[in-house]
């Protein structure tokens, strides 16, 4: 019985993970998040339609390209001020089991290290909410959080 009391006491956090991963001439982009976080993002878009649906499924791929961005400038180790926003393409968004993926892409030649990430995703709906952060290539192996 106490088994079940703390298993119906336990409450999933919110979070966003992110895989960077060089592909050969640029970097593949996936956001993963809850389903159910997803649902509360297409809500906060004006959607209105269930979440399976193409419309949905559009509103949170643009949630994510407006709120995850990569800076120009060196990296936020050596505190320099990055001015501009480098262009991703987003590709789309899907949904698998429980979470939905968003897919974007950063054409680019391979930098020596990966820029500053300003991530927003999820905060102004959940502002308790976590982003996880892997980041993969030759020479970048990396985790940040926020």
Request: no cysteine.
């Given at each position: 019985?106490?088994?079940?009391?703390?298993h119906a006491g336990a409450h999933r956090g919110h979070a966003v993970w992110t895989d960077i991963t060089w592909s050969g001439e640029s970097f593949e982009i996936v956001h993963r998040m809850h389903l159910?976080?997803?649902?509360?993002?297409?809500?906060?878009?004006?959607?209105?339609?269930?979440?399976?649906?193409l419309r949905s499924l559009a509103l949170?791929?643009?949630?994510?390209?407006?709120?995850?961005?990569?800076?120009?400038?060196?990296?936020?180790?050596d505190q320099a001020v990055p001015t501009d926003t480098i262009k991703l393409?987003?590709?789309?968004a899907e949904i698998e089991d429980d979470f939905l993926l968003?897919?974007?892409?950063?054409?680019?030649?391979?930098?020596?290290?990966?820029?500053?990430?300003?991530?927003?995703?999820?905060?102004?709906v959940e502002p308790e909410s976590q982003a996880f952060i892997k980041i993969?290539?030759?020479g970048l192996d990396e985790e940040r959080e926020r």
């Amino acid at each position: 019985m106490l088994l079940a009391i703390a298993h119906a006491g336990a409450h999933r956090g919110h979070a966003v993970w992110t895989d960077i991963t060089w592909s050969g001439e640029s970097f593949e982009i996936v956001h993963r998040m809850h389903l159910a976080d997803a649902i509360v993002v297409n809500r906060y878009m004006g959607g209105t339609q269930p979440i399976e649906e193409l419309r949905s499924l559009a509103l949170v791929a643009l949630y994510v390209d407006e709120r995850f961005k990569l800076l120009s400038g060196e990296s936020a180790e050596d505190q320099a001020v990055p001015t501009d926003t480098i262009k991703l393409t987003t590709i789309g968004a899907e949904i698998e089991d429980d979470f939905l993926l968003v897919y974007q892409e950063w054409v680019t030649p391979l930098p020596e290290r990966f820029p500053v990430i300003d991530n927003l995703v999820l905060l102004d709906v959940e502002p308790e909410s976590q982003a996880f952060i892997k980041i993969k290539g030759p020479g970048l192996d990396e985790e940040r959080e926020r």
